[in-house]
């Protein structure tokens, strides 16, 4: 004899929570509802994702007493659900958590109908009584598993892989699990916004998973070794080599290079993996990658290889003693500031001001950028070997430059600007920006400077600086700037951290410099993106 079968009981907390879900569904349509989950994209990139997905469903969990007859106790509330599935990617994230205590405990889905849209209902039977009762109290108060989830019916692998990575590089989601349903023949993908709520895309069929959080991390963790076979590269000189001779295969480049051959394939390997290099049949192309470590060209990046490589690979292996104490861990691996110990080392010194003409790119719009018109002389404080005053007194043959600089530095800079045909034009001033810069100047520039000093410093330079400005005088600030909101993905984020290190320096956030900049006596003004993530902030020598 058939016993009849208790139906289902779901909690009134559940109910209401299903009902909540279901009147979000209803409410928003698809592009608010990419408005609200990723405010990072621009109004055209959202406009183009809203042309590929569409705003699915929400979802939530809830915990019935039974499995048995949830159709029926869902339409008993007035709720319209669909057919009952098993679903396999919660159940997983639900024993993630909890462990045994969920282990083989079924977890179903239903849809349940909401407007236009629906609300995904995933249940976990929880009996009274039950352990699994704490199970549902925790995951009411969190939410785990609710989402919005948005589709596309796109098949094939091109758009699937467009849409990933729109959402990851401009929108700014992180991939947060998910996988293939074999119920629905779905692939699943799960994604956590800055603002830390998720979201699923459901692609056709089944797609490329997202690499597993074990893999993820082992490719993030094995980043120095990236950094050490790039500057290998650079040392010994791969990219010039096969840009004379492309199609050299290892044993040619291990003799060029005095290299152990099948040492030296191997690394070729490495680097292709990475991108520096290309191979077919044994034979090594430089990518376009690679090709910035050639020597000799505009803006190469060898130098910073040799450097990224070397010292500063040093100073940042220090991290935990820079993060626990807030000091500089190039002094203590050198035994001297980053700055005291290139300049009594002529060769490393010189490596570093290339280094900085290397990533000069970020300066190369500046002369355009500002209207120079009125103005007759531009002191360069800190210049360096004189890329930016350089391409100044070239775009504008009325300037005159002031380049003033460490003594050991100066010959670098008049070398290079005389050999730019503008050395006439300019006089090398040997200084402390901390003690005095020189006078009379219409322009200032602080290009690069202020981020390798904490604010205390910073404030003494800006004043040294005022001090020698007259009211009105224009001072022109480049700097990577933090993102905001927190969390943006730049590289001037990474580069704070390596500031740290390295010099006991800073990234910051445009505020910050406007406020360093108002207390040190200036009226901050336009802010203007350069490449490289640079920044270009205007400010005016207040009066008084
Ligand atoms: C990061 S580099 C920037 C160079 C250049 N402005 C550029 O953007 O390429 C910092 C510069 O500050 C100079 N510097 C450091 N301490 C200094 C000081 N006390 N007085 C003058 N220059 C200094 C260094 O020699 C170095 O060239």
């Not at 609300?119 to 352990?131: G, W």
Request: proline residues 7%.
């Amino acid at each position: 004899m058939n016993l009849p079968v208790a139906p289902a009981r779901l909690p009134a907390a559940d109910l209401d929570r299903v009902r909540r879900a279901a009147a979000r569904a209803a409410a928003q349509d698809t592009d608010a509802a990419l408005a609200d989950l990723l405010p990072d994209l621009t109004d055209a990139e959202r406009a183009d994702l809203a042309r590929h997905v569409v705003f699915d469903h929400t979802a939530v969990l809830v915990f019935p007493d039974s499995l048995d007859g949830l159709c029926e106790e869902l339409r008993r509330c007035g709720l319209r659900p669909g057919p009952v599935t098993p679903s396999v990617i919660v159940r997983e994230r639900l024993e993630r958590r909890y462990g045994a205590v969920v282990h083989d405990v079924p977890v179903a889905i239903t849809h349940v109908t909401a407007g236009e849209r629906s609300v995904e209902v995933f249940a976990l039977p929880v009996p009274p009584d039950s352990p699994l009762q704490a199970v549902a109290a925790d995951e009411r108060a969190a939410e785990h598993e609710a989402h919005h989830a948005f589709a596309t019916t796109a098949p094939g692998q091109v758009v699937p892989a467009g849409l990933r990575a729109l959402l990851q590089e401009r929108g700014g989601a992180v991939p947060d699990g998910g996988g293939y349903n074999g119920h629905e023949n779905v692939t699943v993908l799960y994604y956590r916004t800055r603002a830390h709520r998720r979201f699923e895309l459901r692609l056709p069929g089944r797609q490329d998973p997202l690499p597993d959080p074990a893999s993820a991390l082992l490719t993030t963790l094995t980043g120095a070794w990236a950094t050490q076979a790039v500057a290998t590269m650079a040392e010994l000189r791969l990219a010039d080599h096969l840009a004379a001779k492309p199609g050299l295969g290892a044993d040619p480049l291990a003799d060029l290079t005095g290299t152990d051959p099948d040492a030296l394939r191997r690394l070729l390997r490495y680097l292709t993996v990475l991108g520096l290099l290309s191979c077919a049949d044994g034979t090594y192309h430089v990518t376009a990658v690679g090709e910035r470590l050639r020597t000799g060209t505009e803006f190469s990046l060898h130098p910073l290889a040799l450097l990224y490589g070397g010292p500063f690979y040093d100073s940042f292996a220090g991290l935990t003693h820079a993060v626990r104490t807030g000091q500089d861990t190039f002094t203590l691996r050198y035994g001297q500031h980053h700055f005291d110990h290139f300049a009594d080392r002529p060769a490393l010194d010189a490596l570093f001001h290339r280094a900085m003409a290397a990533s000069a790119e970020m300066i190369t719009p500046v002369p355009h950028l500002v209207d120079f018109s009125t103005a007759r002389r531009v002191v360069d404080v800190g210049g360096g070997k004189g890329a930016l005053l350089g391409r100044l007194l070239s775009a504008h043959p009325h300037l005159e430059g002031v380049l003033l600089e460490r003594p050991t530095a100066l010959e670098a800079a008049r070398a290079e600007l005389t050999a730019a045909g503008v050395g006439a034009r300019c006089s090398f001033v040997a200084g402390d920006f901390t003690a005095a810069v020189p006078e009379g100047g219409d322009v200032y520039l602080l290009s690069r400077i202020l981020h390798d000093w904490d604010d205390d410093r910073c404030l003494t330079i800006l004043a040294t600086c005022a001090a020698a400005m007259r009211p009105g005088a224009r001072l022109l600030v480049v700097e990577r700037l933090l993102p905001l909101p927190e969390g943006t993905p730049s590289p001037a984020v990474a580069w704070d951290v390596h500031m740290l290190c390295n010099v006991g320096g800073r990234e910051r956030h445009e505020s910050h410099y406007r406020d360093l900049l108002t207390r040190a006596g200036f009226t901050p003004g336009a802010c203007r993106a350069l490449p490289l993530s640079g920044f270009l902030i205007e400010a005016v020598r207040a009066e008084g």
